[in-house]
């Protein structure tokens, strides 16, 4: 029982040190991209201001790092054929935050249509927290394998 105590933490640890203090990223990267703040649009008629390209809503980094969402929504050219979901690891936003931000592609936009990989535009909670230059800047984008 006892081996069987130590072993369960052990996994538990690696667990946590997976999840949230390795904020370093490992995938396909690419470098100097801007990212740009958005804020869902609950003003206008059209429900597409707070969804997603699939109809579901936008999660933004305060819902993340409220923790009531699991993933950050971030909005890429919608050329680059990118599937729905894709995580991405952010390696200046973990830093800034001292721990992991989990990011999926799940948006697009006309206006970053053709930018390619040298765009991002990252989901905030409201036009205020989109003036933060934290997250208006050259960030390094890396596509990180699903488990
Ligand atoms: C990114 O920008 C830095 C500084 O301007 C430059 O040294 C580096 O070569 C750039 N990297 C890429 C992949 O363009």
Known sequence: MKYFIFFFCVWQ?????DNDFDIDCKGKTFENVT????????????ESGFLDKKGRKLRTLQ??????????TLAMDDDLGLPYGSDVCIPEI????GHRVRFQIRDSSLDL?????????ICVRSEMDSY???VNRKVTVV????K
């Open 13 to 17: 640890i690696y667990g946590l040190y």
């Open 35 to 46: 990212m740009t703040a958005y804020y869902p649009d609950y003003s206008g008629d059209s």
């Open 63 to 72: 819902d993340y790092l409220d923790d009531r969402t699991g993933y950050v």
């Open 94 to 97: 973990n830093k800034h935050y």
């Open 113 to 121: 249509k053709g930018s390619g990989y040298e765009r991002v535009d």
């Open 132 to 134: 933060d230059v934290s």
């Open 143 to 146: 596509f990180v394998q699903n």
